[in-house]
């Protein structure tokens, strides 16, 4: 089983900064990554998939790197509605499909 | 627009069972590969079961095989999870998601509650 760990567990950032999240791959998963933003009472949304690739309809300010074990998402500046939990997702060693333990991005 | 609408959630006791659907619109699960994500109060998300489009590929997470069974029926354009033997830790917010890739989840459901106790 691929274990995803992100980072940090909650980071703290005003408004209009930039939020740099990590996740990390306990082994090499090539560019089989998305992430997601979950709100309070709300389902998950997927942001990018392909570690690098918006999905529909997202901002541009949310955008993702890396590839096989590293991998990054990064909002350069943040909106009130961006402070949410976010997780990654590996998709290339399945079953089964694996999750990190998620960040909260809230308001310092 | 697709939508997924999930119901069938409730309170059960601990060895009791409960059958969980999931509702389409705007999307036929013919062409989708879907699963079953569940999140327990306050932690992350555990994806649970998967099948594929044609039906004929079906995943269990260890922690429910045996006991849950995943399925649809594409005439009413639904998906099913039977849970069995439920147990405590089962208790969770349980999301039907899917793609019409077996990689990421784009559709998903607003989720359906599951309490396993006594």
């Known amino acids: 089983e691929t274990v995803m760990t992100q980072s940090p567990v909650t980071l703290s950032v005003s408004p209009g900064e930039r939020a740099t999240l990590s996740c990390r791959a306990s082994?090499?998963?090539?560019?089989?990554l998305a992430w997601y933003q979950q709100k309070p009472g709300q389902a998950p949304r997927l942001l990018i998939y392909n570690a690098a690739t918006r999905a529909t309809g997202i901002p541009a300010r949310f955008s993702g790197s890396g590839s096989e074990t590293e991998f990054t998402l990064t909002i350069s500046s943040l909106q009130s509605e961006d402070f949410a939990v976010y997780y990654c997702?590996?998709?290339?060693?399945?079953?089964?499909?694996?999750f990190g333990q998620g960040t909260k991005v809230e308001i310092k | 627009q697709v939508q997924l609408v999930e119901s069938g959630g409730g309170l059960v006791k601990p060895g009791g069972s409960l059958r969980l659907s999931c509702a389409a619109s705007g999307l036929s699960f013919s062409d989708y590969y879907m699963g079953w994500i569940r999140q327990a109060p306050g932690k992350g998300l555990e994806w649970v079961s998967y099948i594929s489009a044609s039906g004929r590929t079906i995943f269990y997470a260890d922690s429910v095989k045996g006991r849950f069974t995943i399925s649809t029926d594409n005439a009413k354009n639904s998906l099913y999870l039977q849970m069995n033997n439920l147990r405590a830790e089962d208790t969770a917010v349980y999301y039907c998601?899917?793609?019409?890739?077996?990689?990421?989840?784009?559709?998903w459901g607003q989720g359906t509650l599951v309490t396993v106790s006594s």
């Open positions: 997702q590996q998709y290339k060693n399945w079953p089964p499909w694996t």
């Open positions: 082994q090499s998963i090539s560019s089989h």
């Open positions: 998601a899917g793609d019409q890739l077996p990689n990421w989840f784009d559709v």
